[in-house]
């Protein structure tokens, strides 16, 4: 079936996976939900993530997405939100970027030059389209 929107698709899979304790949860594949797991994997959010073949059908793949906790248990992703939503976009110069929680969370960002978090964004000089905050 469908998904209107893959991005609050895959964020809600990663959040349910988290209040589970699951080690790994499978995604639908896209470019834009493979991009934010490279961000989520460089900041440190998750551990990895692999392009895995579909059980259902054979023309598009899963996101199989390793999930990273702490060492006594505590979940590292705490709060996981979508921001601009298919119905309403929300985009953000970049001297709008505040860092989140003082640096301990990110926003990811969908920029002319790819998708980033938004200490890439400041680094870069460049703003967008925010996607989601990371806690």
Not at 2 to 20: G, H, K, S
Not at 24 to 52: N, Q, W
Not at 115 to 133: H, K, P, W
């Amino acid at each position: 079936m469908p998904v209107t929107d893959p991005i609050a698709d895959m964020l809600t899979r990663i959040r349910n996976a988290a209040m589970r304790y699951q080690d790994t949860v499978r995604i639908r594949s896209s470019k834009v939900c493979l991009s934010i797991a490279e961000t989520l994997k460089a900041e440190g959010f998750i551990d990895g993530f692999e392009v895995v073949a579909c059980e259902r059908t054979q023309v598009q793949n899963d996101l199989l997405v390793r999930m990273r906790y702490g060492r006594a248990g505590e979940k590292v992703i705490r709060r996981l939100q979508r921001v601009s939503k298919p119905g309403r976009r929300i985009y953000a110069k970049v001297k709008e970027l505040k860092p989140v929680l003082g640096g301990m969370g990110i926003y990811i960002l969908s920029t002319p030059k790819g998708v980033m978090s938004d200490r890439q964004a400041r680094e870069s000089n460049i703003g967008g389209e925010v996607l989601c905050r990371v806690e």
